[in-house]
């Protein structure tokens, strides 16, 4: 069988014993996809969540 492919960048994000809600994170306010995706990185990098 073929070797699978590490994912692009390299990096991994774990939630695993996270306890905030999506509204902590996002707000209770609509927001664009872009913003959303913004505000996890933002939220990844705080809590130390990625590594490569």
């Given at each position: 069988m073929a070797e699978k492919k590490k994912?692009?960048?390299?990096y991994t994000i774990s939630f695993k014993g996270c306890t905030d809600?999506?509204?902590k994170v996002f707000g209770s306010a609509p927001i664009a996809p872009s913003q959303m995706t913004k505000k996890i990185w933002?939220?990844?990098k705080k809590n130390k969540l990625s590594k490569k």
């Open positions: 994912a692009f960048g390299g809600s999506v509204e933002d939220y990844v």
